[in-house]
Nanobody
């Protein structure tokens, strides 16, 4: 079975940091990309960051570049999102995903498997 398990969400004050983790199982990860998205109430699900599993190549949305970092641990089949300098506008449900459509890395349509989401709330 394919399963994505997320952890690390929670409540943090503005300016603080969180690290999200997503561990995937049931896939041959060398052929896939992994990404992070977020969705605030009443808004579309937005792309944040992605990593090409085999090559380690990363891409970021402009809104988080310089604050967020995506990384992977091959031995643990885990992708991380380190989030620094958090702002209240970062408040959202964060999702990890695995996909095979690399040309759509910036869109939810590029990913076939999704985690359940984890809430991140940044207070002012």
């Amino acid at each position: 079975q394919v399963q994505l398990v997320e952890s690390g969400g929670g409540l943090v004050q503005a300016g603080g940091s969180l690290r999200l983790s997503c561990t995937a199982s049931g896939l041959l990860f060398s052929r896939y990309i992994m990404g992070w998205f977020r969705q605030a109430p009443g808004k579309e699900r937005d792309f944040l960051a992605t990593i090409r599993w085999s090559a380690g190549v990363t891409y970021y949305a402009d809104s988080v570049k310089g604050r967020f970092t995506i990384s992977r641990d091959n031995a643990k089949n885990t992708v991380y999102l380190q989030m620094n300098s958090l702002k209240p506008e970062d408040t959202a449900v964060y999702y990890c995903a695995v996909g095979s459509r690399a040309s759509y890395y910036h869109s939810a349509s590029g990913y076939e498997y999704w985690g359940q989401g984890t809430q991140v709330t940044v207070s002012s």
